[in-house]
């Protein structure tokens, strides 16, 4: 369980796009008689008790339509079309890498095939304005099993705001996950003070020494922990060795004051932590160094809060807590801004990523005259300097 992930670890360590915690949510669908849709984003795996039943039949933890029917005695079946359906609203927008459609516990009542849309709609939009989007399959029409989590890589650079998973013709699917890259909208965080390590704003747990009892990822989640297993715990070190967690942070900047909780452990925090950073906008890798202080080395005591200012002015990208020798803590936060290297690189990831009709509504909206956006947006992905430059001031200003 020791480990180190490296750059090409599976989409299942990316953030869960789909997650209520940062705010997803089902829009709408056409039909959950028999269980309701939101199901399908419950954090924790299905669960299954025989034998309990509801006024509509079995109680189940997930999604499931009524069975579906053809339109006359002489045609009985449903045609080959005919399906159900699933919007949901994604809690973060971002570049999708994977999804994952769990049919757990559904045997005899699980679809026969599904399919997975993604669309991109800014703002608030009502389930009618969503029905009217323009829809990009990521996931083609596949068959499925029963009581399977199939896992859908996806090759797609493009940012999605929400996803229709579309199941044929009908049945129960027990939760959806939509793994990928955060991608924030760079204009709502520009200017601002930020958790620059928060999942919502695209901060990733990318690399852990132990992950024994729970997972890294639980470190930069959001809200509070209200039980221990909700942040990250470590076996028992019987070496000289200490515990970390490497953060890539939301993008550069600087880090003004640190968070490190412990709270729900009581008798299984470490006893220290200290916090290094790393700069990777020198073209330097983590993994060579070098890393540089940020927080000393530093007395921890039991389910606190504990709060630190930090001197700015050294840009990082990258954030590893040190924590000795083990044991667990409930969240990190890391409170700061984008340097000016950071904020350039968030706006064109995002830029790069939007859709092309998309993408030239932001410049225009911006005051760029039609002609001139239509162009830049199609010069994507914008990598050269004066492109670059022009593409940050025309939507961030300055």
């Known amino acids: 369980m020791t480990t180190a992930e490296s750059p090409s670890a599976p989409f299942t360590e990316l953030v869960n796009l789909a997650s209520r915690l940062l705010g997803a949510g089902v829009v709408a669908t056409n039909e959950d008689t028999f269980a309701d849709a939101e199901n399908l984003l419950v954090a924790k795996p299905a669960e299954f008790r025989p034998h309990t039943f509801g006024h509509k039949g079995q109680i189940m933890d997930g999604w499931e339509s009524k069975r579906r029917r053809g339109v006359s005695a002489e045609r009985p079946h449903p045609t080959d079309e005919d399906h159900d359906w699933t919007i949901v609203r994604l809690g973060v927008a971002g570049v999708v890498h994977g999804v994952i459609v769990d049919t757990a516990h559904f045997t005899g009542n699980y679809p026969e095939s599904a399919s997975v849309e993604a669309a991109s709609v800014p703002g608030h939009p009502s389930p009618e304005e969503l029905r009217d989007a323009r829809w990009t399959t990521i996931v083609p029409r596949t068959a499925l099993k029963g009581d399977t989590a199939h896992e859908f890589a996806v090759a797609d650079g493009t940012r999605y705001t929400h996803v229709r998973l579309n199941i044929f013709p009908d049945g129960g699917v027990a939760r959806l996950r939509v793994h990928g890259e955060v991608l924030p909208d760079p204009r709502e965080l520009d200017g601002l003070t930020f958790d620059l390590a928060a999942q919502e704003y695209g901060g990733v747990a990318e690399a852990a020494s132990d992950r024994y009892f729970s997972s890294p990822h639980n470190l930069n989640a959001p809200g509070r922990a209200t039980v221990m297993g909700d942040g990250w715990e470590t076996r028992r070190r019987r070496d000289k060795a200490n515990d970390w967690v490497q953060i890539a942070l939301a993008g550069g900047g600087e880090v003004l004051a640190a968070e490190v909780d412990t709270s729900c452990f009581v008798a299984n925090a470490p006893g220290w932590a200290d916090l290094v950073g790393f700069d990777a906008s020198t ?70 990523a939007l859709p ?43």
């Open 283 to 352: 073209g330097a890798d983590p993994a060579d160094g070098p890393w540089f202080e940020l927080l000393p080395r530093t007395r921890l005591q039991p389910d606190t809060r504990h709060r630190f200012r930090l001197d700015a002015g050294r840009p990082v990208t990258h954030v590893r807590i040190n924590v000795y020798p083990d044991g667990g803590l409930a969240r990190l936060r890391l409170a700061g801004r984008l340097t000016e290297a950071g904020r350039t690189a968030l706006a064109l990831r995002w830029f790069n």
């Open 356 to 398: 092309a009709a998309e993408a030239v509504a932001a410049l225009t909206g911006a005051g760029v005259a039609a002609e001139e956006a239509a162009a830049l947006t199609a010069a994507r992905p914008v990598a050269d300097p004066a492109t670059s430059a022009t593409v940050v001031r025309s939507l961030l200003g300055g």
